[in-house]
């Protein structure tokens, strides 16, 4: 007996049903990337890994899959040197591709290789597939899917502004709540430099980063294992632990890094995009002194400033952000953040960037688990005909027609089978209203036509058909 076919771990097929609900998620994202400004492009599924590799710290660089050069990769290496070469420098032999580990490189690569082409600032989102060789577990995929919106050539923060919007609002329309964090990487190199281990900043903001996943001794613990100090460690602690109002914190954290200049850089640009936020008020109310320092006048989902935030991303300059679900046990659904040297790697340094990434397989799983899909986003023929024979096939087929015409999703059944099979055809997919044409219906230029959630039918002119399908 032959072996029953599988896929890859980490992967998933998807049925119609599936399809009907990633594209109701990928149509809404879409939609209001394109309410600001946003314009759609694509790049390949695998780029050159000179252009991958080396952009997402040491982590990210063993999680890229890497592509066997085609023909004989073989070529010139003799049996000892390939049992004596170390794994790593094998691939960098064999393998001069490698599939996309996130939208945003190559992105930059884009705007690098076009860059005569574009008018700046150029505000594009993309909407395609990734692939990490990660270990799969719940809620995390080795292809996935990521939605993301980017700004490149401007250095203003109301840029930031804008996508804080976009997230509220997006997750606003699928009725998820969810709880956005914000935070600045020029703080966290601020924190390094007051508690002395400047030199340790990315140490220290992987380390942080993981503080909702292994808890703060652990986090403690990694950091004496990166050679932190015991002293350092000490001082970051309350930093790490900082509760209160947004304003609060700002205002602690400002008092913390007044003798570090980059910190308070930091400082000063969280504190425009809060108060930006704080002083749209979109009710026509005159905005209060509290929701300008908060930020929450605007969003209808709550924006907290984090300052564990880290994101292990090397190339984040600048603000940094993160979205988690409230009512789903789940990682982090969107993230992304300000990436200023980005383009510097490519040849064309002093190009500002800043975007923000979906991910659209997690967002799925929780519109899954909240049962959040309006039933028009799911819904797939609206109407069948059921095909008695020949004849009647025949007399359908133009009233069919004429209900696309008036975009109704119609089929008429192909074969002329038992009626009760095919209205078990309906009712497996959920079609709403099966048409009949027997010989009395043809002989009147009618059909019957049944509400298959109702039970009710009526004897009526293909218009009235449209009329009530579409009412």
């Not at 066997?68 to 001069?96: I, P, Q, Y």
């Amino acid at each position: 007996m032959a072996q029953k076919p599988s896929i890859p771990k980490g992967t998933r097929d998807f049925g119609p049903l599936e399809m009907s609900k990633r594209n109701y998620i990928f149509n809404t994202v879409r939609s209001v990337f394109e309410l600001y400004g946003f314009r759609q492009i694509e790049t390949p599924a695998m780029e050159n890994l000179s252009t991958l590799m080396g952009k997402y710290g040491e982590e990210g660089d063993k999680l890229l899959f890497k592509i066997l050069n085609s023909g004989d990769f073989l070529h010139g290496m003799t049996a000892d040197e390939v049992a004596n070469t170390s794994t790593l420098k094998l691939a960098a032999k064999f393998c001069e591709k490698g599939l996309r580990y996130d939208l945003t490189v190559p992105f930059a690569r884009y705007v690098v290789q076009h860059r005569e082409e574009l008018q700046l600032p150029f505000k594009r989102y993309q909407i395609q597939p990734v692939w990490r060789a990660d270990r799969p577990q719940k809620g995390r995929y080795r292809e996935f899917y990521q939605c993301d919106v980017d700004v490149v050539g401007s250095d203003s923060l109301l840029n930031e502004v804008d996508l804080m919007q976009i997230t509220d609002t997006i997750f606003s329309k699928f009725g998820v709540r969810v709880q956005i964090k914000i935070n600045n990487r020029k703080i966290l190199t601020g924190i390094a430099e007051v508690i002395g281990e400047a030199d340790k900043i990315v140490d220290i903001t992987v380390a942080i980063d993981k503080l909702d996943k292994i808890g703060l001794d652990a986090v403690n613990d990694e950091l004496r294992q990166d050679g932190i100090s015991e002293e350092a460690i000490e001082k970051l602690q309350p930093i790490i632990k900082l509760e209160g109002t947004n304003a609060q914190k700002i205002n602690v954290i400002a008092d913390v890094l007044k003798d570090s200049e980059i910190g308070m850089k930091g400082v000063e640009e969280i504190r425009f995009v809060l108060e930006t936020l704080g002083a749209m008020d979109c009710d026509g109310s005159y905005p209060t002194d509290d929701n300008i320092q908060n930020g929450t006048s605007v969003l209808s989902n709550p924006l907290q400033l984090d300052l564990t935030l880290a994101r292990g991303l090397n190339y984040y300059t600048g603000a940094i952000f993160e979205v988690k679900a409230l009512d789903v046990q789940i990682g982090s659904i969107t993230g992304g953040g300000r990436y200023d040297n980005l383009t510097g790697i490519f040849g064309m340094p002093g190009l500002s960037g800043v975007g923000i990434s979906f991910g659209a397989d997690r967002i799925y799983d929780v519109l899954n688990q909240l049962d959040l899909y309006p039933k028009e986003a799911v819904n797939g023929t609206q109407l069948l005909f059921i095909n008695f024979g020949e004849k009647e096939a025949a007399y359908c087929l133009p009233i069919a027609q004429k209900a696309r015409k008036a975009d109704i999703r119609t089929e008429l059944y192909a074969d002329s089978a038992k009626m009760k099979k095919q209205m078990s055809y309906a009712n497996a997919l959920g079609i709403a209203y099966v048409a009949l044409a027997g010989e009395n219906e043809i002989n009147e230029g009618k059909v019957t036509l049944k509400n298959m959630q109702t039970g009710e039918q009526q004897l009526v002119t293909p218009d009235e058909m449209i009329a009530i399908i579409n009412a």
